[in-house]
T-cell receptor
Framework: GAVVSQHPSWVICKSGTSVKIECRSLDFQATTMFWYRQFPKQSLMLMAT?????????EQGVEKDKFLINHASLTLSTLTVTSAHPEDSSFYICSAASTRGGVIYEQYFGPGTRLTVT | GENVEQHPSTLSVQEGDSAVIKCTYS??????FPWYKQELGKRPQLIID?????GEKKDQRIAVTLNKTAKHFSLHITETQPEDSAVYFC??????????FGTGTSLTVIP
């Protein structure tokens, strides 16, 4: 399968600061990337769909001004958690979607980023 | 949006026995159903998937069945081994759209 990386793998930040997480598709061009949030022992919650060159589509209940997503190229999407609070502490996972004829098929996950806000 | 339910939340089986995990979905437009295995601290890995134009797919010890009328699909693992122990997630997607995940099943295979 395809290789997707995330950076950083773990970040600790103080409350009120902003944190940027990068998601890179290393061996294929991903027109669409997804961002998920996963709490301990829970499922993946889709936060937003990121399309290259256009604005991200956010799921209901996800604050777009707090979770800024930029998909500047076919291999890079970034998630910026602005004015982080302790309740934002979570595991954030991105995925890059492969497409066939413009239709999304499989998705390949990054290793995740653990965010701890103190 | 799509609502995916998954049962059971935990499952313990003896090594060599079969394990079955079931998921239901709400949006009849969903047409792609992948299953992921996530080991502790690792990323989810796709293990098998099925599209709405087929009713069953098998890959060695793993099989998935889909009932579009009832809107449910199931993962079957036969001859379970300790290394099958992990959390399994089902998902439903409208190809070209988002992926919605089930709540996960923690499978333990007892040697």
């Amino acid at each position: 399968g395809a290789v997707v990386s995330q950076h950083p793998s773990w970040v600790i930040c103080k409350s009120g600061t902003s944190v940027k997480i990068e998601c890179r598709s290393l061996d294929f061009q991903a027109t669409t990337m997804f961002w998920y949030r996963q709490f301990p022992k829970q499922s993946l919650m889709l936060m937003a769909t990121s399309n290259e060159g256009s604005k991200a589509t956010y799921e209901q209940g996800v604050e777009k001004d707090k979770f800024l997503i930029n998909h500047a190229s076919l291999t890079l999407s970034t998630l910026t958690v602005t004015s982080a609070h302790p309740e934002d502490s979570s595991f954030y996972i991105c995925s890059a979607a492969s497409t066939r004829g413009g239709v999304i098929y499989e998705q390949y996950f990054g290793p995740g980023t653990r965010l701890t806000v103190t | 949006g799509e609502n995916v339910e998954q049962h059971p939340s935990t499952l313990s089986v003896q090594e060599g026995d079969s394990a079955v995990i079931k998921c239901t979905y709400s949006d009849s437009a969903s047409n792609y159903f992948p299953w992921y295995k996530q080991e502790l601290g690792k990323r989810p890995q796709l293990i098998i998937d099925i599209r709405s134009n087929v009713g069953e797919k098998k890959d060695q010890r793993i099989a998935v069945t889909l009932n579009k009328t009832a809107k449910h699909f199931s993962l079957h693992i036969t001859e379970t081994q300790p290394e099958d122990s992990a959390v399994y997630f089902c998902a439903a997607s409208i190809t070209g759209n988002q992926f919605y995940f089930g709540t996960g099943t923690s499978l333990t295979v007892i040697p």
